[in-house]
């Protein structure tokens, strides 16, 4: 049996019934601190929202790379500083094994040309013969002027090429040079074919008879430190990838991939950087420290540039890195803008809700006192 409500009283009834439909949406939203929970609420924002809020976590993800892209870069960049110091006390060695007394060393080259059969081929020649010892003036020969061997003969013999060093005709009537010297021999000329010589430079094979103790032991102190240098470039690494080591990196700053950096390695081991270990008797030739020397500074100045390109590259990382935290933070911002709900006007509406609550109870009771009043009639 259905029961029979009045106007007044249903009235009163569904205003109550849609009050509390409010209160409860209203409370919901204070609860979850969202005005969008499900599609149902706002499939727009909701959808959205979710878009923002799903690119924001593939960032993050792709961050967590970034992060460690810098580090990667900066575990290089320490590298080259340590390596920096080790090549500088490399270079600090050589220098003293440089100034250290020499032991005693002999010195040998010899340059031989064609045999001169006779007289006949001493005239036929053409042109001129220069030769220059070390760093010192040209010392130039007009073969063309010559018509005997004797003649030839003499004018090398007359010749001042410096301490140790001769030119004569040898074995055959060959032009012969010799030196004791440890300086360079150079030759060069247009009567060079005629004599059966080619253009070139010489250095003197050096021979050591009693080694210097003190350049011994630098030597070894040298090739210590060219082995930690190679140890250290092998452990200048982070996660596995060492940029001084041969390995490369590439960072990527998008969810799609389409955005990203590749830093290119360097092999940075004694080696890589042109650094050869002294073996035998090295350091006993001032010769081979000064080619040491040159080849340290080369090294430095090849890890200054490096270091630079570190430098610019993790510059680049960086801003990518802050441009992400940032972007994160407005997709973020972007997304609860769609669903988070304004706590102080979701308390107002309660308060309100709350109110109209009770006036709605009160309401349906007086509507209910009116129904009751027909009672009277049969009092």
């Known amino acids: 049996m259905a029961v029979t409500l009045s106007a007044g009283v249903r009235a009163n009834l569904l205003s109550l019934q849609s009050t509390a439909d409010m209160m409860n949406s209203v409370q919901q939203k204070l609860s979850t601190g969202k005005k969008v929970n499900s599609a149902v609420d706002n499939p727009v924002n909701f959808f959205t929202a979710a878009g923002l809020q799903s690119r924001a976590g593939d960032l993050s993800t792709l961050l967590d790379s970034v992060s460690n892209a810098v580090q990667t870069i900066a575990a290089a960049d320490k590298g080259i500083s340590a390596i920096t110091k080790l090549i500088e006390s490399a270079k600090s060695t050589a220098k003293q094994a440089q100034t250290a007394a020499e032991g005693t060393i002999t010195y040998a080259a010899t340059i031989t040309g064609g045999a001169l059969a006779n007289d006949a081929a001493v005239a036929a020649l053409t042109g001129n013969l220069t030769i220059q010892v070390g760093s010192g003036a040209v010392v130039t020969v007009d073969t063309g002027a010559e018509t005997t061997l004797a ?27 010799t030196s004791t010297s440890s300086e360079t021999i150079t030759i060069g000329g247009t009567g060079l074919a005629g004599l059966g010589l080619t253009a070139g430079t010489t250095t003197p094979t050096a021979t050591v008879v009693t080694p210097s103790a003190t350049r011994t032991s630098l030597q070894a102190d040298y090739n210590t430190l060219l082995t930690q240098i190679t140890q250290l470039a092998a452990d200048a690494s982070f996660n596995g990838v060492n940029l001084l080591n041969g390995d490369s990196l590439n960072v990527v700053f998008n969810e799609d991939g389409t955005s990203s950096l590749n830093i290119a390695g360097v092999t940075y081991s004694a080696t890589g950087l042109g650094l050869t270990a002294q073996s035998g008797n090295g350091f006993q030739v001032t010769a081979n420290i000064t080619a040491a020397i040159t080849a340290l500074d080369t090294a430095t100045a090849s890890l200054r540039t490096q270091a630079s390109a570190f430098g610019s590259k993790l510059s680049i990382v960086q801003a990518r890195q802050d441009f992400t935290k940032n972007l994160i933070n407005v997709l973020q911002v972007g997304a609860d803008n769609l669903t988070l709900a304004d706590t102080n006007e979701e308390g107002a509406n309660l308060l309100a809700l709350q109110t109209r609550q009770s006036l709605s109870t009160t309401s349906l009771s007086m509507a209910a006192q009116a129904d009751q009043n027909v009672l009277r009639l049969f009092g």
Do not use: C, E, R, Y
Request: net charge neutral; glycine share 22%.
């Open 151 to 177: 003649g030839l003969t003499a004018t090398l013999g007359a010749l001042n090429l410096g301490t140790g060093i001769t030119a004569t005709l040898g074995v055959g009537n060959a032009l012969t040079i």
